[in-house]
């Protein structure tokens, strides 16, 4: 894969491939860690005297100009990030993006309306392509977060242009890619809502993991399996035999995979007016598990200190409610103990990321917080990802 340092970008118009898909509040950007992140290519870029043409998608607009998608706030944003202006344009290849485009001086930046906005991103239009591709002459792709979609600017542009990897690019995978060449013992802690979101990773990771821990609401599917009471909590009814299967797959490879021994179980999550810990891993009557609770935090801890690399995607409880959220807490802390021990931690999945900054912690305790939920996890399911491929 080319990487931005083999561009001989001076004097030229560099197209880069940015993910600026921030939360807004009304013309505000509420969150800026995907603009800061980006800022490493940015910089770089300015100072070898390219003339810097950024491109992003903002949420789902469907192909059609939505004002509150618009990304003026993020050229605002940006702009006061690098302390210099950041020309916006109204469109994308619109008379508006071609003629700041064609009269862009080395040094300078300008960021194009929402690609999204037009039909031909998402539904990855040649025409489409070509015409981004004709405002620069080299491309960059440093959009991790979005490299799993085959739209025009993640594999039309690139197929057009001389490209190379962003610094964000090549960071995502430097990191994510521990996850997939380890150094040993390789511990895979998962959890979230859903278990049907996440087979493919564990069964990717059967092939790799020493230990995999699994919590939150994908467990009570996997216990189900093995015939135990989990009462009214939620279970993926069509993947009860994926669930026995990938139980039998662990026995067969020898991966430690663990279940719950205990749980935090309520009569209702959002509005709790019983709140039980078990004392084994069923749920009595018709209570619902919601967190993961002493037993199996103080097992799942046992693990994590042994571990040298750790992956972790997704939550062991409904964290948003303080009263569910310190199985998730506790496991948090000791990834980042083990990190400070000299382990390598990789994070990924957005709600994790939220996990980790509604719970208080710093990103800085790990060694690696993907800024891709869905990308991320289809990297360490070890499919090849079109907008990474595309540059090979
Ligand atoms: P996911 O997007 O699949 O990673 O799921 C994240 C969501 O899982 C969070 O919003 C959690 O509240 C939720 N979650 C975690 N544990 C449970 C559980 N035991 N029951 C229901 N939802 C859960």
């Known amino acids: 894969m080319k990487k931005i340092a083999d561009l001989d970008v001076e004097g030229k118009k560099v197209l880069v491939r940015c993910d600026f898909n921030v939360p807004l509040k009304g013309a505000a950007v509420q969150d800026d860690t ?8 940015i910089k770089a870029l300015l100072e070898r005297r390219a003339a810097v043409i950024l491109m992003s998608h903002l949420g789902r607009p469907d192909g059609k100009a ?4 618009s990304l003026r706030p993020v050229s605002e944003r940006l702009s006061q990030l690098l302390g210099r202006e950041v020309k916006f344009a109204e469109d994308t290849i619109g008379d508006s993006a071609k003629k700041l485009a064609s009269g862009l001086k080395p040094g300078e ?8 906005f037009n039909p031909g991103e998402e539904g990855n239009d040649p025409g489409f392509a070509r015409s981004l591709a004709s405002m620069g ?38 990191y994510l890619s521990k996850g997939l060449n380890p150094e040993r013992p390789l511990l895979v802690c998962l959890g979230g809502a859903k278990l049907e979101t996440k087979i493919p990773i564990i069964e990717n990771m059967l092939e790799k993991a020493d230990t995999i821990l699994i919590g939150g609401g994908m467990a009570y599917t996997l216990l189900k399996s ?3 009471k989990v009462g009214r909590s939620i279970v993926d009814e069509n993947n009860i035999s994926t669930a026995e299967n990938i139980l039998k797959k662990a026995r067969e490879k020898s991966v430690d995979l663990q279940l719950p021994s205990d749980h935090i179980a309520t009569d209702d999550f959002k509005d ?10 069923e749920i009595p009557g018709d209570l619902i598990g919601v967190d993961i609770a002493a037993k199996t935090v103080d097992k799942y801890i046992k693990s994590i200190m042994k571990a040298k690399t750790i992956v972790l995607n997704g939550p062991m409880g409904v964290f948003e409610k303080d009263e569910f959220a310190s199985g998730t807490r506790r496991i948090l802390e000791a990834v980042i103990e083990s990190t400070r021990k000299g382990a390598s931690s990789i ?13 208080g912690f710093s990103k800085d305790g790990f060694s690696h917080v993907s800024t891709g939920g869905g990308a991320s996890l289809k990297f360490l399911e070890g499919k090849a990802l079109p907008g990474i491929k595309v540059l090979g």
Do not use: C, W
């Not at 709790?272 to 891993?281: F, Y």
């Open 347 to 359: 994070v990924g999945g957005g709600d994790t990321v939220s996990a980790i900054e509604n719970l």
């Open 34 to 41: 995907r603009i800061v992140e980006a800022l490493p290519t």
């Open 272 to 281: 709790p007016k019983k709140i039980e810990q078990t004392g084994d891993d």
């Open 137 to 174: 002459e080299l491309f960059v792709q440093d959009a991790f977060g979005t490299v799993h979609r085959k739209h025009a600017s993640m594999v039309g542009v690139p197929g057009i242009l001389p490209s190379a990897a962003g610094l964000l690019l090549q960071k995502e995978i430097e």
């Open 109 to 116: 930046i300008l960021l194009l309306e929402n690609l999204r």
């Open 66 to 69: 939505v004002p509150e998608y």
């Open 226 to 228: 093995q015939g135990k």
